[in-house]
């Protein structure tokens, strides 16, 4: 099993062919996952999070299709790969994870049934040996009398435990990478944490973890990286803590004070005016400047790429993260991983105001 | 709720709905116009009883039903055979108990009917499967073209062409009688298109809401060859809409198909069904119409313990009439 792949994601274009035109959904988008890494994908609904994750794994529904970029698996290019190649890489290379277990474990079939299928469609065990890991992983993801919970449906279990099992049908060949998409957000807040310490245990393993999420705690506990999506683009791409405490781009900003997180000083909510822009009207320029409190002409004219950012950007967006007192130590620790951490934005006011 | 609770509670309901049924059934007999001595008196002419065969008959069966007997009386005593099986000789055919003119049809109507709907069954779950996974292209439109047309034919004018066709052209099968597998083709023939072209829809349908959920998707990405996710995943549950129409269409076909049963002059229930009510043939109106309510209800019963089996949420839950009433039902198919 290749347990040590990173996936590189290059300039990724996915569109959605309709009647009578062409809607880009995902424009541009790169990113990397090393092994033992995790890297948050962060943005509101309809930012094109899922769709660029389904064009990895090239299960895009049909009016859907990739134009452009690469996904590279430890060196190949699986949007280069036939159909029957990529089979082999899905389930097997590369694990996903669902929001929703209820939705996806099939409400027919047993676990053990579900989670053993793909270790026998990939060939990498026989029957018994199947189960055999199938009852140990779910075992391993805190499933108590896991050779008897095998022998039940999905809906026999809590949502809690079924969440456990699906990551566990994820887990159980050993994947290199896992994509979760928003794993934790149909569960409560025990279970979680539970979830989380287990994917963290996961990655501790050496698997890279995607995780798409809306939930800025969670990216902040359990990711390295994050890239922050809107309209189908990457807006801003930066290690997590830095990015947490001083985010550079307007959107990111945005959506940070219009979220709670548990522990911060109290802070008024700020929401973010207006609502994501229809893909088949995308403003020009930065798409988000309409939505945007800092927006000058400039922004509505000139496209903005993602270049190299270096301040701590909290002249530019008061009111912050950062000035809501999180501990002393803490910002030590954001300074600590603003060394090894590469941080982009696509803001020219950012950029320039550093 | 353990399944010996569930099936013993099913059993008195049906008990009981047998009941209304044997009352509203003849309630109305008696509430419709002439009865059977009138009726066999105006046709007597074309009918091989004369009027006075007809008066002989009325004495005949007096020993059951005596023609001053009030009709109340006239239900109680037909009830009390009933509960043994027994419904006595029907006036039409007085040589013969009802039960013995149900036992010798039904197993006609049910062998053509059970070839009829397994034959449709395979057609329809490929043709529905094959149109859902190529949903909207050339295909799809295709097929479903093809399947409105099978529902628009009906089965006697696909009879009638079947013998234009195979006997009246070819030679290569008799076209009426009931004597062998020779026999049973072109009936059978008649009777798939219209289930087949229900089934397929259903399938179809019920195909294209289960290829949206999560679950199908899941088991893609876990790396499943598509057929495997299809067979597996997809159609089992797509097979739960199915088996609900299933029933109620086995048991109308079942129980007697008047039009192609008359057409291939096959001696099946269906055509005593239709004297009986044409003719007011009390006893053999009654007896038909309870058979029919039973195998009616048996399928229902069938149906739902084959719902238990495909999803064993409805297992679990106990009883499926619960869960079934919160479905949206789908309509009955006319035979």
Redesign the interface.
């Known amino acids: 099993m290749s347990s040590a792949s990173s996936l590189e994601v290059e300039d990724l274009r996915t569109e959605f062919v309709l009647r009578d035109r062409v809607l880009r959904v995902v424009d541009d988008v790169s990113f990397t996952v090393e092994p033992g890494q995790a890297l948050a994908i962060v943005g509101e609904s309809g930012s094109g999070k899922s769709v660029a994750m389904r064009s990895v794994?090239r299960?895009l529904p049909k009016t859907g299709r990739v134009a452009g970029g690469q996904a590279r698996l430890g060196g190949t290019d699986l949007l280069g790969l036939s159909e029957r190649q990529m089979?082999?890489?899905?389930?097997?290379d590369i694990?996903?994870v669902?929001q929703?277990a209820m939705?996806?474990?099939?409400?027919?079939?047993t676990l053990e049934r579900q989670l053993t299928?793909?270790l026998l469609?990939?060939g990498i065990c026989d029957r018994a040996e199947a189960k055999r890991r199938a009852v140990e992983t779910l075992g391993d993801v805190g499933i108590p009398e896991p050779e008897k919970r095998i022998r039940t449906?999905p809906?026999?279990l809590s949502g809690g435990m079924r969440q456990r099992a699906?990551i566990a049908?994820a887990m159980v060949t050993q994947p290199s990478v896992l994509i979760a998409d928003e794993p934790t957000t149909a569960v409560d807040v025990t279970v979680q944490r539970q979830l989380l310490d287990l994917l963290a245990r996961l990655k501790a393993r050496g698997t890279g973890v995607i995780m798409i999420t809306h939930d800025l705690g969670v990216a902040r506990y359990f990711c390295d990286d994050a890239i922050v999506m809107y309209a189908g683009r990457v807006v801003e791409h930066s290690p997590i803590r830095p990015l947490l405490a001083h985010p550079a781009h307007p959107y990111t900003s945005g959506l940070f004070s219009s979220t709670l997180e548990v522990g911060a000083r109290q802070r008024a909510l700020r929401p973010i005016p207006g609502s994501p822009p229809d893909l088949a009207h995308r403003p020009p320029g930065c798409a988000f400047h309409p939505r945007c409190d800092r927006a000058e002409e400039r922004c509505g004219q000139e496209d903005q790429p993602l270049l190299p950012w270096s301040g701590n950007g909290s002249d530019l967006v008061p009111g912050t993260v950062a000035e809501t007192g999180r501990p002393t130590d803490e910002r030590t620790d954001d300074r600590a991983d603003e060394r090894t951490g590469r941080r982009e934005v696509a803001c020219w006011k950012a950029v320039q105001h550093g | 709720m353990s399944f010996m609770t569930y099936l013993s509670k099913r059993v008195v309901r049906m008990v009981l709905s047998l009941t209304a049924v044997s009352m509203i059934t003849f309630t109305l007999l008696q509430l419709a116009p002439g009865n059977f001595a009138d009726i066999q008196r105006i046709s007597a002419g074309a009918s091989q009883f004369g009027g006075a065969g007809t008066e002989d008959m009325v004495h005949a069966f007096a020993s059951r039903y005596g023609e001053e007997i009030p009709a109340w009386r006239q239900y109680l005593i037909f009830m009390k055979g009933a509960v043994t099986w027994d419904f006595g000789p029907s006036y039409k055919y007085p040589a013969q108990d009802v039960q013995d003119i149900i036992a010798q049809g039904f197993p006609i109507s049910a062998t053509i009917a059970i070839i009829a709907v397994l034959l449709s069954l395979v057609i329809a779950i490929p043709v529905g499967v094959y149109a859902a996974v190529r949903q909207n292209s050339a295909a799809d439109h295709g097929t479903m073209f093809l399947i409105t047309l099978g529902t628009a034919l009906p089965n006697y004018l696909t009879g009638v062409i079947l013998v234009l066709v195979f006997t009246l052209t070819l030679g290569v099968l008799p076209s009426s009688g009931w004597d062998g597998p020779q026999h049973m083709v072109m009936p059978v023939l008649a009777l798939v298109l219209g289930p087949t072209a229900v089934l397929a829809r259903y399938v179809r349908s019920s195909m294209l809401e289960t290829l949206r959920e999560e679950y199908v998707v899941a088991a893609l990405a876990k790396g499943g060859p598509r057929s495997t996710v299809i067979t597996r995943h997809a159609l089992r549950n797509s097979m739960i809409p199915i088996v609900t129409v299933l029933g109620p269409l086995l048991a109308s076909l079942m129980t007697g198909t008047v039009f192609v049963e008359a057409l291939f002059r096959i001696p099946g229930l269906g055509l005593y069904f239709a004297q009986a009510a044409a003719s007011r043939d009390m006893p053999l109106l009654m007896g038909t119409a309870l058979f029919f309510a039973l195998i009616l209800m048996t399928m229902n019963l069938i149906v739902d313990l084959v719902y238990g089996y495909l999803d064993p949420r409805i297992r679990a839950a106990g009883g499926v009439s619960r869960w079934r009433r919160s479905q949206k039902s789908p309509q009955r198919q006319p035979a």
Do not use: I
């Not at chain 1, 089979?87 to 097997?92: A, D, F, N, T, Y």
């Open positions: 794994m299960l089979r082999k890489v899905r389930g097997r694990g996903m669902f929703n939705e996806a474990l099939n409400p027919t079939l299928e793909h469609w990939h449906y809906f026999q699906m049908m």
